[in-house]
């Protein structure tokens, strides 16, 4: 029987997201695991938690700062904070969806061009000129980025992620789910590397 | 040059606290560290940053209780769910402040004892009869735990340690400090040992 992959949920705005997105793939590997990218956005799961992006909470935010860069250093990931910080995600995720419904040998490629853009050059990727930029290192041309970004039924793609993130329980990102089992940061992988190996 | 303690902020109603406090000794002990024993209250910690407990929260709170049984786990700590949770700390805090000032070679039989009982027993440490009864165990009589209760000096401690709390920036709960680098959560154990043997 096959088994499943891990799925995980991310934004292109958390920087625990991109910390991930570092380091899963080596872990899936270890384990002989696929990984399931389901691109979402955290407005709407702040919405549904009465949260808010961490830096802008007190206390949180400035100990959050100091958090995020050292657990770059713990992990051995470059990091640069970026500015600005939060950014909007949801042309760069639609671009996502659209990639993995139709080009799903370049979503993986673009996720990191557009994490590492971001999380170690500061460039924003809620700016279409930035997206147009990272398609052409793809070999996608302009024009394809913005007709994905316009398109009702990926809109309605990222959407039905959304949805299906609140219903999974989500509630921050990275969030990672393993034959139903859920895990909420990046700083939750050594317990989900037990939990493959040993169900404990 | 004597080294500085791993300063420790905790409630006694964080389930996070009570796994760090069953950890945190072997690791200090590992880098020759002292520990210094800090009771505070959430309840004011959560005012200031806009939050509440985790389990009131939506899609947060059916999160952490898998969360914190898991990480128990993990951590080869016994732990109970209590009901009700979570409760009301200050007396048991109180005492705590007022063992660690008159009595301090009864603090940390103290502190262990009340968060065992409330963790794998689920005695409401809310509940005076309880505090009577874990004074008891270590030759306490309820008068003084009582009169320590109501000792204006004791409460007014308890406050400082608050006020200390957030002025260091603490934002939760297990919160460590160690040579002026903040670590919230039990989950950045690893990162504070590595920080102990490298400053990375």
């Not at 657990?71 to 909007?88: E, K, N, T």
């Not at 949801?90 to 993986?108: C, K």
């Not at 990672?176 to 404990?200: C, H, K, T, Y």
Request: charged share 20%; proline share 8%; glycine share 8%.
């Amino acid at each position: 029987m096959p088994v499943s992959p891990i799925t995980l949920f991310f934004d292109f705005s958390s920087p625990y997201s991109y910390l991930a997105s570092r380091v899963i793939e080596d872990l899936a590997a270890r384990h002989d695991r696929g990984i399931e990218w389901v691109p979402m956005l955290l407005g709407p799961v702040f919405a549904s938690t009465g949260s808010r992006p961490l830096v802008e909470q007190p206390l949180k935010g400035p100990y959050a700062l100091i958090d995020i860069q050292r657990s770059a250093r713990y992990l051995g990931v470059p990091y640069r904070h970026p500015s600005p910080f939060p950014i909007a995600t949801h042309q760069a995720a639609r671009v996502t969806v659209a990639l993995l419904q139709q080009r799903p040998e370049l979503a993986l490629p673009w996720i990191h061009a557009a994490f590492d853009a971001y999380f170690t050059q500061g460039s924003n990727l809620g700016d279409m000129a930035q997206l147009h930029a990272l398609g052409t290192g793809l070999g996608l041309d302009a024009g394809q980025i913005d007709a994905w970004c316009g398109d009702a039924r990926i809109k309605a793609a990222l959407k039905a992620n959304v949805d299906r993130a609140l219903a999974a329980g989500v509630c921050g990102a990275p969030f990672f789910v393993v034959d139903g089992e859920p895990f909420w940061g990046v700083d939750r992988l050594p317990q989900l590397e037990r939990w493959l190996e040993a169900r404990f």
